[in-house]
């Protein structure tokens, strides 16, 4: 069974970069589409953005500016950056895998990693 | 983009059956059929319900299903039990620009 664990600091300061890692278990990370999700304390979910096991990416427009995922296939590993945060940045970070292979839905999940923005 | 509209609430008695509703756009819930749903519990991360509208995942009940008209998506859930008290969302592919977006959210108690 696939188990995805996120890794990082759990504070950033507003200016600077709030970087993640998702360790992917139980199964290789090739041929799947890796997606990064949060929610802000009491809201609802926001999609970041995915890469695919070759590279590819997407990102969700609102973030796209500030946001690069990428993917480390030798470590079973992807990770996000987000540069440049603020307060409305302050969430619980999930990393997700596609259900399917070209699945548009996101069948497992990281247990979340709760990043505050402060000073 | 914004998000999807969901009724902030529905409850049901043990057994009963109640409906979520997922209103979109025919750029997103009207215009592909990757519709999927998540049920959330406090301090959890999201579980995977249905995908593509109306699929079940492998260990989801049958009491759960899924089906859209128009641009409105719907979530019922048959014969509610008290560990269906959560928080569902919906979440619809919006075409290659915006890709995803989810619905606002809805909580589901058990009376």
């Known amino acids: 069974q696939v188990q995805l664990q996120e890794s990082g600091p759990g504070l950033v300061k507003p200016s600077e970069t709030l970087s993640l890692t998702c360790s992917v278990s139980?199964?290789?990370?090739?041929?799947?589409?890796w997606s990064w999700i949060r929610q802000p304390p009491g809201k609802g979910l926001e999609w970041i953005g995915f890469i695919f096991y070759s590279g590819t990416t997407n990102y969700n427009p609102s973030l796209k500016s500030r946001v690069t995922i990428s993917i480390d296939t030798s470590k079973n590993q992807f990770s996000l950056k987000l540069n440049s945060v603020t307060a409305a940045d302050t969430a619980v970070y999930y990393c997700?895998?596609?259900?399917?292979?070209?699945?548009?839905?996101?069948?497992?999940w990281g247990q979340g990693t709760l990043v505050t923005v402060s000073s | 983009q914004s998000a999807l509209t969901q009724p902030r609430s529905v409850s049901g008695s043990p057994g009963q059956s109640v409906t979520i509703s997922c209103t979109g756009t025919s750029s997103d819930v009207g215009g592909y059929n990757y519709v999927s749903w998540y049920q959330q519990h406090p301090g959890k991360a999201p579980k995977l319900m249905i995908y593509?509208?109306?699929k079940r995942p492998s260990g989801v009940p049958d009491r759960f299903s899924g089906s859209k008209s128009g641009d409105t998506a719907s979530l019922t859930i048959s014969g509610l039990q008290a560990e269906d008290e959560a928080d569902y969302y919906c979440c619809s592919y919006a075409g290659s620009y915006t890709f995803y977006v989810f619905g606002t959210g809805t909580e589901v108690t058990v009376l």
């Open positions: 997700a895998r596609s259900y399917i292979v070209a699945s548009s839905s996101w069948g497992y």
């Open positions: 593509d509208v109306s």
């Open positions: 139980g199964g290789s990370i090739n041929n799947y589409y």
